[in-house]
């Protein structure tokens, strides 16, 4: 069988690019994806499938028997809100854009679906196929298990593939990480200070909240650089600070918004404790309160080991030695990014894979979540057909 799943899913080429260049002039955000949704729904469809939305913009599709076990291949399908700086003729129209590669999991995985249904006589088992939003809000993974996305049939076993561009790896060449902690868990947090307003002429008469922020930013990074061990990577952004409407007078409120990235619940715990500390002390200090809100989040996605190992070696079948990689043997065991694929790894064993989409060395020079990244078309075959080889190849070996 080597190699024969590859050159099927080259022969889908030209549609595969269709899907993507369609997902990525038309990107949206969030679960409101109701082009996309249509799009999917359709493609699905026309392709035999009797998909269902078991949630806004969260499509589930079955492949195979129904019997046997279950294995769920997952892509995600929002953008970000940013605005694309590239002349492609597929540019996105919608004041969002694809820079997460988002549109090319969505295409690798309807690639894959047309494989699947196309080989769905040798499925010993059955093959879950779930396309979600919101996962850049880290909502969606979430939203889609509440409505039972690893129910009827129970999901055994969940594989994801997140494209990388503008690293040092050839494209088409794949990651297959050890077991264990992947990805940072994540925590979105909001602080909301509250002062008392007055001239800026008088601040003796006020509280300035604009002040009380500035010095819970600064205070904030003291528990990387004193309250975390050197070994337990922590990494805590601000990246919104507002208050305020014209320069001559001190506002009532200001807020404050960020990031705390963690690996392990009790880091995690910890530093969310200490959020809240130091913004309601600090503001205690300058005579205001403070209050934090944790708005979203979502656990470290954890690699089952078991899995992963036999995941790597369906992977060898279909690409060359050089291509397969065990991202430790690169220096690469963690990344401080999050993904909402976590909840699902929390509930069934579950992997997360990653393929290279562009190199530097192939003029693919700039990383994800930039305004001017680009992803290499030539790598959809390949995640389209590791995604439906895996499934096969897991379900014929644990039935």
Aim: hydrophobic fraction near 40%.
């Amino acid at each position: 069988m080597k190699h024969k799943m590859i050159s099927k899913a080259l022969s889908h080429k030209e549609t595969l690019v269709r899907h993507r260049r369609f997902i990525h002039e038309n990107a949206e955000i969030h679960n409101d994806l109701p082009i996309t949704t249509q799009y999917v729904l359709s493609e699905l469809k026309a392709m035999g499938y009797e998909p269902e939305e078991i949630c806004q913009s969260g499509i589930v599709a079955l492949a195979g028997k129904r019997k046997g076990k279950t294995f769920l291949l997952r892509a995600d399908m929002d953008a970000l809100p940013m605005v694309e700086e590239n002349t492609l003729h597929f540019k996105s129209n919608t004041g969002h854009m694809h820079a997460c590669g988002h549109d090319m999991h969505t295409a690798m995985l309807l690639g894959a679906a047309q494989l699947l249904k196309e080989h769905e006589d040798e499925l010993d088992g059955q093959v879950k196929l779930m396309f979600q939003p919101a996962e850049e809000t880290l909502h969606g993974a979430k939203a889609m298990i509440d409505a039972g996305v690893l129910k009827n049939p129970t999901v055994d076993a969940a594989m994801m593939i997140h494209v990388m561009s503008g690293m040092p790896l050839p494209s088409g060449s794949v990651l297959v990480p050890q077991g264990g902690v992947l990805s940072a868990a994540a925590d979105w947090f909001n602080i909301s200070v509250q002062g008392k307003g007055g001239h800026g002429a008088m601040p003796n008469t006020t509280v300035d909240p604009l002040n009380v922020i500035s010095h819970i930013h600064i205070g904030l990074q003291e528990i990387l650089s004193r309250e975390v061990a050197p070994g337990d990577n922590v990494a805590l952004t601000i990246g919104q600070m507002h208050g305020g409407s014209t320069s001559n007078v001190i506002p009532d409120m200001a807020y404050l918004a960020g990031t705390a990235r963690t690996f392990g619940e009790e880091t995690r715990s910890y530093v969310k404790q200490r959020i809240e500390e130091i913004a309601s002390g600090v503001a205690a200090t300058y005579r205001a309160s403070a209050e934090v809100v944790f708005e979203r989040g979502c656990p470290s996605v954890v690699v089952d080991q078991k899995l992963r190992d036999q995941v790597y070696t369906f992977a060898s079948d279909l690409v060359a030695a050089d291509r397969l990689i065990d991202p430790a043997a690169i220096g690469f065991t963690k990344m401080s990014g999050s993904e909402d694929f976590s909840h699902v790894s929390l509930e069934v064993p579950s992997i997360m894979v990653s393929l290279a989409a562009g190199s530097p060395e192939e003029n693919y020079t700039f990383p994800m979540h930039h305004p001017k990244v680009m992803f290499d078309e030539e790598a959809l075959h390949v995640g389209a057909a590791l995604y439906a080889h895996v499934a096969m190849s897991w379900l014929k070996h644990n039935k």
